[in-house]
């Protein structure tokens, strides 16, 4: 009895040993935790890499002609971070938000949906996802002279075109006078 009352005693005095959460703060995650995935829609592109490289299949993108929809039902997400590491425009991150537990009835509603919107080709008005600008800097990192907001509102084909004209030295679709029939 006497050595109950002493350990007691003494955590009373010293607290607890354990985690204190949810009556208390909690102690700092480590460093390489994974928490749930996060998509960022402004750089999102739509190519389906990450439902290709989700092990779990927790990964699902439904493409509409006025956009895209990108699911990702995290009760099934495994957290292995394939999707992350393949994704090329680096719009998945896993956080570190560990705090997944939900109950049994809502196990179907753990989802996140984000939906981006397509919008006309700024030449031939075909439906198109804008180039991120981020991804545009990088691709046009050596060419200061061209006018990214331009060039972020062409379609493949027409930013093709674009290209090959800024090779040759001929004059850019925008900046060339209209032909009069």
């Avoid at 495994?78 to 590491?85: D, F, L, P």
């Amino acid at each position: 009895m006497a050595g109950f009352l002493k350990v007691l005693f003494r955590n009373l005095l010293e607290g607890p040993s354990t985690d204190p959460f949810p009556l208390g703060p909690t102690r700092m995650e480590p460093e390489r935790l994974r928490g749930k995935v996060v998509v960022d829609e402004t750089l999102c592109m739509g190519c389906g890499i990450c439902v290709y490289s989700c092990v779990a299949g927790a990964i699902n993108i439904q493409h509409t002609e006025e956009g895209h929809t990108i699911t990702i039902w995290h009760n099934a997400c495994c957290r292995c971070a394939s999707c992350k590491q393949f994704c090329p425009v680096h719009a998945i991150t896993l956080v570190k938000d560990w705090h997944s537990a939900h109950e049994e009835r809502d196990k179907y509603n753990v989802v996140e949906q984000k939906s981006i919107q397509y919008e006309p080709c700024s030449v031939c008005g075909k439906k198109i996802r804008p180039v991120p600008t981020e991804i545009l800097k990088k691709l046009y990192v050596n060419n200061s002279d061209i006018d990214l907001e331009h060039v972020q509102h062409l379609c493949p084909a027409c930013r093709q075109l674009e290209d090959a004209r800024r090779s040759a030295g001929l004059p850019a679709a925008a900046e060339q006078p209209a032909v009069e029939s």
